[in-house]
T-cell receptor, first 113, second 113 residues
């Protein structure tokens, strides 16, 4: 079983719609959680960190369920510029610092006009 | 404030050759992590450097080695290149002990023929 699993999509969504992505992680020792966005042939960019209390940044809402080992991302009022691959990422902390991150394969989102 | 920089942007090598990739972290960051991203996959953690030492290593063979310099910049070396080493190599910088976020450079696209 992969450590971080995501539905690869693609998700084809009309502009203005709401879209939700989920991912699951297998290591219960994971301590940090993120969503990164990656445009074609570019580097991943941090979209948001994810906390158990849930967090919101504009049109984006992220949620973490530690009991179910499940992370979600909700995008409201989707824009054409939201088209990208969304990477679910988990990390651990050891020896006083953050360890290397574990990435899912990514979910490909296409916003259609 | 310069972000993470990497060089070269692209590189073409022949099987069996050796390659060195370079990374300069974001100002104020002291930790460098290297990732390999094959086409259609999420980035995979290679290793992490802090205080000029390899702090953590992912599941990569000894052909992959690295170095960190006193100014925190880092190199990734790959010996005896295989066709399967063709990928985007990403460097991420962070500040150990100050949060889990890692910020990525634009990557080096390596093609092995």
């Amino acid at each position: 079983r992969k450590e971080v699993e995501q539905d690869p999509g693609p998700f084809n969504v009309p502009e203005g719609a709401t879209v939700a992505f989920n991912c699951t992680y297998s290591n219960s020792a994971s301590q940090s959680f993120f969503w990164y966005r990656q445009d074609c042939r570019k580097e991943p960019k941090l979209l948001m960190s994810v906390y158990s209390s849930g967090n919101e940044d504009g049109r984006f809402t992220a949620q973490l369920n530690r009991a179910s080992q499940y992370i979600s991302l909700l995008i409201r009022d989707s824009k054409l510029s939201d088209s990208a691959t969304y990477l679910c990422v988990v990390g651990r902390y050891s020896g006083g610092g953050a360890d290397g991150l574990t990435f899912g394969k990514g979910t490909h989102l296409i916003i259609q006009p | 404030d310069a972000g993470v920089t990497q060089s070269p942007t692209h590189l073409i090598k022949t099987r069996g050759q050796q390659v060195t990739l370079r990374c300069s972290p974001k100002s104020g960051h002291d930790t460098v992590s290297w990732y390999q991203q094959a086409l259609g996959q999420g980035p995979q953690f290679i290793f992490q450097y802090y205080e000029e030492e390899e702090r953590q290593r992912g599941n990569f063979p000894d052909r992959f080695s690295g170095h960190q310099f006193p100014n925190y910049s880092s190199e990734l070396n790959v010996n005896a290149l295989l066709l399967g080493d063709s990928a985007l190599y990403l460097c991420a910088s962070s500040s150990l002990g100050q949060g889990y976020e890692q910020y990525f450079g634009p990557g080096t696209r390596l093609t092995v023929t």
